[in-house]
């Protein structure tokens, strides 16, 4: 079991790798949206929003297990990608 400052040492170097790794991917200052909301402002079912996901053709995270979205950055992504519109 790690003593308190061991773990305070532990979760810091884990805030600074998050915040690394969502750096340049998510505007952290937005709402980040789960599955069934980024879905539904698509209009596409969870399974085609899944397999954008998996062709890395809009941008996610995975935090705590979960996969979350940055709406804006989504529908940016979208509307800049060739031959895609969203309105």
Same mark, same amino acid.
């Given at each position: 079991?790690? %003593?308190? &400052?061991?773990?305070?040492?532990?979760?810091?170097?884990? *805030?600074? &790798?998050?915040?690394? /790794? +969502? &750096?340049?991917? *998510?505007?952290?200052?937005? !709402?980040? *949206?789960?599955?069934?909301?980024?879905?539904?402002? =698509?209009? *596409?079912?969870? !399974?085609? =929003?899944?397999? =954008?996901? #998996?062709?890395?053709?809009?941008?996610?995270?995975? +935090?705590?297990?979960? @996969? &979350?979205?940055? @709406?804006? %950055?989504? =529908?940016?992504?979208?509307? #800049?990608?060739?031959?895609?519109?969203? /309105?």
């Amino acid at each position: 079991m790690l %003593a308190e &400052r061991e773990f305070e040492e532990f979760a810091d170097r884990l *805030v600074e &790798r998050l915040v690394t /790794e +969502l &750096r340049g991917k *998510v505007d952290l200052t937005n !709402q980040l *949206v789960g599955r069934e909301e980024m879905a539904k402002t =698509l209009g *596409v079912s969870l !399974q085609t =929003l899944d397999r =954008l996901v #998996n062709a890395k053709a809009i941008p996610s995270v995975k +935090l705590g297990g979960s @996969r &979350r979205f940055d @709406r804006q %950055a989504v =529908l940016e992504t979208l509307k #800049n990608a060739e031959g895609v519109s969203h /309105e």
